[in-house]
């Protein structure tokens, strides 16, 4: 590993911290070296506030040394005004002479522009270290900008004989096939992506929050796909803690927003493309990824359509010998590990 590819890989490390906060914005991670030292660091702010190079640049001591250092960043500077003024703006203010970026963005307001501006200015810029690195971890941003749709996680757990859920249950709540320790994870997975999405008859059976509980974070955009608005309102994902996406098949005036939740449409009659018009809709409404908790229609309906790009499988110690059977997944094994008694197995869309 040379030293431009040591302080790219610092700045992937560090731009995690921004995962589940930063969404619709990528989680940058920049340093400031000189003289072979870090002398700054920062992250993206949650959406809104400050980006990774302006927070790497308040970091710094002593701002006359800028003049000699080197940024290093996951993503190319912003060269625009949005919520915040452009980053490449602020490395040109402070006379940074050199700047080296993991990989352009591709968002259609930079792609290119950022570099440009530093070049323009007399800055020396290097692109492309650990550029497949770097990609990866700004998968959800580039899943958005490149495919205009989120990045699309589906997740389910399923008893060792294949089941998700029993074939009759007596209360309207989950049957839990995993541990305490694999659900606290799944929390916190959600507090790590922009939504979740489940379908009606999930949530009428277990009348679920779709909120983080076990874990400190944000709530995701819950997303409910409810085509006949069957759903009570009394039920919990109408309780206004977190927002709320209805999607259904309605058009008429009660189709409103109400609190903290809003409706949209979708042609459920095209059979063949309700997950790609569920995409649509989240793209339009800057959801740039999603976890998919079921139940098992609406998980084999986005697996049909080929639109997913990780499966969390769990398999609990548990049988129900007859039930709701789990989806079929076709996909690449990223990771498998063992969660006390539970099986956690990761594939990729390949």
Excluded at 165 to 194: D, Y
Excluded at 298 to 308: D, K, P
Aim: one cysteine or more.
């Amino acid at each position: 590993m040379n030293i431009h590819e040591k302080y790219i890989k610092r700045c992937i490390d560090i731009g995690k911290n921004g995962l589940g906060t930063t969404a619709p914005n990528p989680m940058v991670g920049c340093v400031i070296v000189h003289d072979h030292k870090i002398i700054g660091e920062g992250y993206t702010s949650p959406y809104g506030g400050a980006h990774a190079e302006v927070n790497a640049i308040n970091s710094v001591k002593n701002l006359a040394l800028l003049s000699s250092a080197t940024l290093y960043v996951t993503l190319e500077p912003c060269s625009h005004f949005g919520k915040t003024p452009p980053c490449a703006d602020a490395i040109i203010k402070y006379h940074i002479p050199k700047v080296v970026i993991g990989t352009i963005d591709t968002h259609s307001k930079v792609g290119g522009k950022g570099v440009e501006k530093l070049k323009f200015s007399g800055c020396d810029v290097i692109v492309g270290v650990l550029e497949d690195e770097v990609k990866l971890h700004h998968k959800r941003f580039f899943t958005f900008h490149n495919k205009k749709r989120p990045y699309i996680i589906l997740k389910w757990a399923e008893t060792a004989d294949g089941f998700i859920a029993p074939q009759t249950k007596s209360e309207k709540k989950p049957v839990w096939i995993t541990n305490p320790i694999s659900r606290q994870l799944v929390h916190k997975w959600r507090a790590e992506e922009h939504a979740i999405l489940v379908g009606t008859n999930t949530v009428l059976e277990d009348n679920p929050s779709l909120t983080v509980r076990d874990w400190t974070g944000k709530n995701p955009t819950r997303v409910v796909l409810d085509k006949q608005l069957r759903i009570p309102k009394d039920l919990s994902i109408y309780d206004n803690q977190a927002h709320t996406i209805i999607i259904s098949d309605k058009e008429s005036a009660e189709v409103v927003q109400t609190g903290n939740t809003v409706f949209k449409h979708i042609n459920w009659n095209l059979k063949n493309t309700i997950a790609q018009q569920i995409c649509d809709v989240l793209f339009d409404n800057d959801i740039n990824s999603v976890i998919i908790e079921g139940g098992c229609q609406t998980l084999q309906t986005f697996i049909n359509e080929g639109l997913w790009d990780e499966a969390r499988v769990f398999t609990g110690p548990t049988t129900f010998g007859s039930g709701t059977k789990a989806p079929q997944c076709m996909g690449k094994l990223l990771s498998e590990e063992t969660i006390l008694d539970d099986n956690l197995k990761i594939f990729v869309n390949d």
